[in-house]
């Protein structure tokens, strides 16, 4: 994963996002409100929360693009994957039986 990828996601766990939420926490604005909504722009906000980001179907832009990244990377190492690799793979079943595919 790309090191900025790496750091937006740490950011976004720990909410430390320049959200304007945080931009005020911080003293670095002095207004929290959402330029789409006029609400509270927190990190939630930001990546789900917004009723203007949904209706405009940002939401589903993003997800769109993320799964053409994951379609991109599983093209690129399609083939790559050998059904003999997985000969030694444990499955555990909700009762806690084990079960073995191939080998
Ligand atoms: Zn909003």
Redesign the pocket.
């Known amino acids: 994963m790309a090191p900025l990828r790496i750091s937006f996601l740490i950011r976004s766990v720990y909410d430390i996002l320049r959200s304007n939420a945080n931009l005020v926490r911080w003293r670095k604005k002095d207004d929290p409100t ?6 509270r ?1 927190t990190t939630e ?2 990546r789900s ?5 949904l209706s405009q179907g940002r939401y589903t832009w993003r997800h769109n693009r993320v799964l053409q990244e994951l379609a991109s990377v599983i093209s690129a190492t399609e083939g790559e994957i050998h059904p003999s690799s997985m000969s030694s793979t444990v499955f555990t079943t909700e009762g806690g039986v084990k079960k073995w595919h191939g080998g």
Do not use: T
């Open positions: 959402c330029p789409l909504c006029q609400g722009q906000h930001v929360s917004c009723e203007v980001a």
